[in-house]
């Protein structure tokens, strides 16, 4: 599964990630959750090593966004519901390049995960934040997501806001 995309007048490869990548991906997140983590928030994706990398792209399908050779965004797809018990991908590890944001690689990166979701007929697709990162639950909302429910994950130092959309999957299938 491979995709080239056109953004920005710049030439991206979106594709699924492979051992290969572990190391540069453990780097992109480091750098990626850094601004979170000078906010206190001790993100696992802030500090991870290639072992815990590896471990977490083992849960799921983890994509890759390059430029050229260069990883610049991923994301880890999975299935995984809390709180509503609906058919659920579940999205994390979910970064771009610190010098990238807010540039819509995010955007196009969310985009494809939730079409693959409703293409694999799930109902819902979640995902969490940390509560006081306010930017990010902002822009999750702005999507579409709701909170559904909070979290608090084994030796982090705060709360996770978990975040749901429903999927156009959901409505097909009560239709029937």
């Known amino acids: 599964m491979m995709f080239n ?16 990548d572990v190391s540069q991906i453990t780097i992109l997140v480091n750098e990626a959750y850094k601004e979170l983590a000078d906010m206190g928030l001790n993100y696992t994706a802030s500090y991870q090593d290639d072992e815990k990398t590896r471990s977490r792209l083992a849960e799921g399908r983890a994509f890759v966004l390059l430029s050229g050779t260069e ?44 079409q693959l979701a409703n293409d694999e007929k799930f109902e819902a697709i979640q995902l969490d934040t940390a509560k006081p990162a306010k930017h990010l639950a902002q822009w999750y909302v702005s999507r579409g997501y709701k909170i559904v429910g909070e979290k608090h994950w084994e030796g982090k130092t705060y709360n996770s806001q978990i975040f749901e959309k429903t999927l156009k999957a959901a409505f097909s299938k009560k239709k029937r």
């Open 71 to 114: 990883i610049v965004g991923t994301i880890l797809f999975s299935e995984k519901n809390f709180f509503t018990e609906k058919k659920s991908a579940y999205i994390n590890q979910f970064a771009v390049h610190p010098k990238l944001k807010r540039q819509g690689l995010g955007s196009i990166m969310l985009d494809f995960c939730e």
């Open 5 to 20: 995309i056109n953004h920005n007048n710049q030439p991206y490869m979106f594709r699924l990630a492979t051992d290969k």
